[in-house]
């Protein structure tokens, strides 16, 4: 599986931001799909995750209300509303699949890597 992100830009704090995640392959609906980030001179951390079926979701508390998984398996794309974004939020942002039905919050558990694509929050 090959996945690009991207969607990524700078918006002032408060704003609303969709990033999307296209994946290459036609097994895309049989992978979960998660969302990390890494702010510099951080590791890269744990955003949120949804199942293959798009019927499981799981959060960060940090993101918790604030963003949305989704996904159109038709369109081999899983997707990242993020509503009142905080400067917090500024990082490069990863999409990431796993062949386990419910990875947890571990970078270890997710078999695929996009490239990153960079959110800048301005105060």
């Known amino acids: 599986v090959q996945l690009q992100a991207s969607g990524g830009g700078l918006v002032q704090a408060g704003g609303s931001l969709r990033l999307s995640c296209a994946a290459s392959?036609?097994?895309?609906?049989?992978?979960?799909m998660g969302w990390f980030r890494q702010a510099p001179g951080k590791e890269r951390e744990f955003v949120g995750r949804?199942?293959?079926?798009?019927?499981?979701?799981y959060y960060a508390d940090s993101v918790k209300g604030r963003f949305t998984i989704s996904r159109d398996n038709a369109k081999n794309t899983v997707y990242l509303q993020m509503n009142s974004l905080k400067p917090e939020d500024t990082a490069v942002y990863y999409c990431a699949a796993a062949r386990m039905v419910f990875p947890d919050s571990d970078l270890r558990s997710y078999d695929y890597w996009g490239q990153g694509t960079q959110v800048t929050v301005s105060s």
């Open positions: 949804i199942s293959w079926s798009g019927g499981s979701t």
């Open positions: 392959g036609r097994t895309f609906s049989s992978y979960a």
